[in-house]
Each structure stands twice: as C-alpha cells, then as structure tokens.
T-cell receptor, first 115, second 113 residues
Framework: DGGITQSPKYLFRKEGQNVTLSCEQN?????MYWYRQDPGQGLRLIYY???????QKGDIAEGYSVSREKKESFPLTVTSAQKNPTAFYLC??????????????FGSGTRLTVV | GQSLEQPSEVTAVEGAIVQINCTYQ??????LSWYQQHDGGAPTFLSY????GLEETGRFSSFLSRSDSYGYLLLQELQMKDSASYFC??????????????FGKGTKLSVKP
C-alpha cells in the first residue's frame, strides 16, 4: 500500500545535539512538506519541496535543515540552533499543485523531546 | 498575510449534529480544506471546497461562502470515534510560495455518550 513513513515515532535529543527525522513516501508525489505541531496549536510549515533538489523555507525554518536528493525522501535535521525543538513533527506529501486540491497525505509523525 | 479562525473546543452528544466554523483572511483564495486528526495521529484529508455551496461526503458535509470568507464542517449522526481535532486550511497565495496549505489552530471535538 502507498503511504508516507516517518521514523522514528519517538526521539529523544540531548541539548546541543543534531537529530535527523526520516520521511519516505511511495506515492510518487512531487511535493513534500515538514510541519511542526505544538499542543493546542495548528500546523506550522518548516520547509517544503516541490521537486527533487529544490526546497524552500516555510514560516519557521530557523534551526532546521532539509535535503531532497530523491523524490521519495525528505529528511529533516533539527539542529542545536533550534532553541525549543520539543514538538510533534509531521511530514506530508501531495501531487504537485494543480487547479484542484487532492489533499495532503500525512505521515504518522515523530514526537521529539529534548532531555 | 493569511489567518484562519475556528473555535478551540466543541462538545456534543452521540447522535447529534455539530457545526465547526472557520473564517479566513487571505490575499488570494484557492479553496478551503478540512482535516481530521485523532490524538497523536496523522491529520487525514476530509474535504475541499473551491466554489460556494455544500459538499457532502457521507456523514460529513463542508460549506463555503467566498463572499463571507467563511466555511463550516458539518458532522451528522455523531459517533464516539468522531472525537478528534478538526483543522480548516487554505492555500497560500499564488506565486513564489507555491500554494502551500496554511492551517487554523484546530477545533477539538469531544463526543459524549
């Protein structure tokens, strides 16, 4: 079955460490996105990529980095520069934007906690 | 910029009907979407309205009025499993931003027996 796989489901990071969250999709979608969700908040866009080897900053990109070397993969690195990284991270993909909205498909998320 | 407003919480009883409202401010408009998210889970796409009117999908319906910058999600015959958070979302404006989704803060629906 097609879908998006995020790993790990839970991740613990020490202060000052970089960590990488994995996101893989087999839906053949062109576009991929990373969102951050805090309790009681909506989803805020971190980075997005419309095609391979290209990505753009979202609203809260500071302290994060991404790569898009393959269509299927869009890993997110949370760097030590991110001052408050504890959150629920969601990866999504979609067919490249057309006139009609086919919706985003989300992964099951990674819950990152700084210890 | 873009902003969306929706109630933070709604409570209803099993079998009832509930309406979750969403008002938006956007510099361009490319449709209103709704997503459902159970606690700790992934958001799932429910519906999309590009034009005015009501779209029905089973027990769920979504309405849009572009002149009022307003939409709502209607859930009928509520079931316990409908307890979740519901997010409205609009596309960012055309152009360099590539039309990404902007989400509201979500409405937490609690269905009581």
């Amino acid at each position: 079955d097609g879908g998006i796989t995020q790993s790990p489901k839970y991740l613990f990071r020490k202060e000052g460490q970089n960590v990488t969250l994995s996101c893989e999709q087999n839906l053949n979608h062109d576009a991929m996105y990373w969102y951050r969700q805090d309790p009681g908040q909506g989803l805020r866009l971190i980075y997005y990529s419309q095609i391979v080897n290209d990505f753009q900053k979202g609203d809260i990109a500071e302290g994060y980095s991404v790569s898009r070397e393959k269509k299927e993969s869009f890993p997110l690195t949370v760097t030590s520069a991110q001052k408050n990284p504890t959150a629920f991270y969601l990866c999504a993909s979609s067919i490249r934007r057309t006139q009609f909205d086919y919706g985003y498909t989300f992964g099951s998320g990674t819950r990152l906690t700084v210890v | 910029g873009q902003s969306l407003e929706q109630p933070s919480e709604v409570t209803a009883v099993e079998g009832a009907i509930v309406q979750i409202n969403c008002t938006y401010q956007t510099s361009g408009f490319y449709g209103l979407s709704w997503y459902q998210q159970h606690d700790g889970g992934a958001p799932t796409f429910l519906s999309y309205n590009a034009l005015d009117g009501l779209e029905e999908t089973g027990r769920f319906s979504s309405f849009l009025s572009r002149s009022d910058s307003y939409g709502y999600l209607l859930l009928q015959e509520l079931q316990m499993k409908d307890s979740a958070s519901y997010f409205c979302a609009v596309r960012d404006q055309e152009g360099g931003s590539q039309g990404n989704l902007i989400f509201g803060k979500g409405t937490k629906l609690s269905v009581k027996p």
